[in-house]
């Protein structure tokens, strides 16, 4: 497994174990006490903030938005109650199809 994905794996552990921790305690434990709305909203911010730092072409903040971004993701599935395999499902599906076809594939089941 990669760096990455076993990094990923770590933190969606620690997020999962701090649905029951006090939220005195644990800033992640506050986030999903507060309910999925406001994960999403602190999601949302993140996802900006990535973006600033691409277009400003800024590559140490981009990478460091980019943990937030993720942290803030993996909390927002945790409070919706979805897992990464489920995210992994869909990712899989795609494999082998080009973005093109993914693109009219999308186009004809919105029909
Ligand atoms: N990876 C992260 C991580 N990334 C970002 N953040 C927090 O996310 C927040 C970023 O949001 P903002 O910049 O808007 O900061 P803020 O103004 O303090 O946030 P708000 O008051 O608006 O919620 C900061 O408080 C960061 O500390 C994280 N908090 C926790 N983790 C991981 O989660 C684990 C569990 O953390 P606890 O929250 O202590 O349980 C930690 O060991 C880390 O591995």
Same mark, same amino acid.
């Given at each position: 497994?990669?760096?990455?994905?076993?990094?990923?794996?770590?933190?969606?552990?620690?997020?999962?174990?701090?649905?029951?921790?006090?939220?005195?305690?644990?800033?992640?434990?506050?986030?999903?006490?507060?309910?999925?709305?406001?994960?999403?909203?602190?999601?949302?911010?993140?996802? =900006?903030?990535? /973006?600033? $730092?691409? !277009?400003?072409? +800024?590559?140490?903040?981009?990478?460091? %938005? &980019?943990?937030?971004?993720?942290?803030?993701?993996? =909390?927002?599935? /945790?409070? $919706?109650? !979805?897992?990464? +395999?489920?995210?992994?499902?869909?990712? %899989? &599906?795609?494999?082998?199809?080009?973005?093109?076809?993914?693109?009219?594939?999308?186009?004809?089941?919105?029909?």
């Amino acid at each position: 497994m990669s760096r990455f994905a076993e990094t990923l794996d770590r933190l969606m552990a620690t997020i999962e174990a701090r649905k029951s921790a006090s939220p005195d305690s644990s800033y992640t434990a506050k986030l999903l006490s507060e309910g999925v709305e406001r994960a999403a909203k602190k999601l949302g911010e993140e996802a =900006v903030e990535v /973006v600033i $730092a691409a !277009v400003q072409q +800024d590559k140490d903040g981009l990478a460091s %938005e &980019s943990a937030d971004l993720i942290y803030h993701f993996l =909390v927002t599935l /945790v409070a $919706a109650g !979805v897992s990464l +395999d489920d995210v992994a499902r869909w990712l %899989e &599906s795609r494999e082998g199809r080009s973005g093109l076809e993914e693109k009219a594939w999308r186009g004809q089941s919105e029909r």
